[in-house]
């Protein structure tokens, strides 16, 4: 690939579309925001929230209708997670991981496999993580270490995993491993395997002190010769890498869509108050020096948003050019999180320094979207490899 492709693509939502947008903007209003302060002051999991969230439907939402789900597209799930994001990061993060890993069921678990975990997820009833990262294994995946070592019907895992989201709440883990170290192929012998959270030999350490998503809970997790049967592999032995790379560009997009949201909730805080504050006898708003931020902040917003949806619109359409844009999206989006929400707190002034206004917490949370799900400069090193046709 040269560049990316322009094919067509549909510019007005359906109506279906539009009223999910409402629906899940009221119950970000009614139920995220006014407690979204507390729960990260106390840096806690707002298990009372998920228990709402649940019953309208937002729990792993993408997991098909004969689990549970919603059957949601990428495009649907970019729309949510930016009304999630706008209200409060942590809690929307806390929303829309809870599902974590569960693309590696839909897509190569066994039916069994599906038929336990989704429905619970879906329902509330369980949380998921999804477990790649250790502590010598970030952005480059393939020097995983955990091992799964075979012994009869069970599968033997030792190792640790680092930054895990939903660390301490998760029911299961999607747990990447290395099973066959003998393959001389970087790409090959890893494999995916399922880890109920209540097995012996596992601990479970929160990570505490986060810059920002303070309410989305982070582990550490431990394995000391933790045992599972045989039938917790999921899809072929040897392909786990392979596997997971296929996720990355929906996830990519989601990731995406949370700096769209953060970069929407501090523009529109932002306006709120430019125009309520006064100086000079005139609200802030009259100074061309704020209007021009307004400006930019908005029109960056616009500008992401887009490109979120076309990429996510390239998932849901397996569209050629579908990795370059992901990876356009998630830089530019997070990006534009992080400036936006610095400006919305210059904006504010020295009210935009204390918590209690929301872009304070913006402005810390924004940071995490360049980050995780692969850092900015990973994103770059992709679009640039798709552009220069370098192959992985
Ligand atoms: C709050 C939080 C939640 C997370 N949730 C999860 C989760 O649920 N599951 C999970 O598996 N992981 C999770 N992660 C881990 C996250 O995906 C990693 O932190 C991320 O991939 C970066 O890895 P690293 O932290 O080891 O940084 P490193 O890979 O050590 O990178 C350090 C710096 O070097 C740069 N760098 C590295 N390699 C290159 C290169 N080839 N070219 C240019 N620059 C490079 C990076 O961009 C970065 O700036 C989470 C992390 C955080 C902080």
Known sequence: MNSVEHTDMEFQLTDEQKQLREEVRRFADEEIRPVATEYDVAEEYPHEVMEKAADMGLLAPHVPVEYGGVGYSSLENAILTEELFAADPGIGLCVSSAGFGAEALMEFGTEAQKERVLPEVTAGDAVMGSAISEPQAGSDVTSVATRATKDDDEWVINGSKMWITNGTVADYFVVVCETDPEIDDRYSGYSQILVEGDRDGLTRDKITGKLGIRASDT???????????????????????????????????????????????????????????????????????????????????????????????????????????????????????VDVADEAVQVHGGAGFVNDHDVERLYRDAKITQIYEGTTEIQKNIVARELLDEGM
């Not at 929906?250 to 953060?262: L, N, P």
């Not at 849901?316 to 999206?329: C, I, V």
């Open 219 to 337: 582990a550490e997790l431990r394995f000391d010769d933790v045992r599972v049967p045989e039938e917790n592999l999921i899809g072929q032995r040897g392909m786990g890498f392979l596997q997971l790379m296929q996720f990355f560009d929906e996830t990519r997009t989601a990731v995406a869509a949370q700096g769209v949201g953060i970069a929407r909730g501090a523009a529109e805080r932002a306006l709120e108050y430019a125009e309520e504050r006064e100086q000079f006898d005139r609200p802030i708003s009259d100074f061309q020096a704020i209007k021009h931020k307004l400006a930019e902040m908005h029109t960056d917003t616009e500008a992401a948003r887009w490109l979120t949806y076309r990429s996510a619109w390239a998932v849901d359409n397996e569209a050629g050019d579908l990795t370059a844009l992901a990876s356009m999206a998630k830089e530019f989006a997070s990006r534009v999180a």
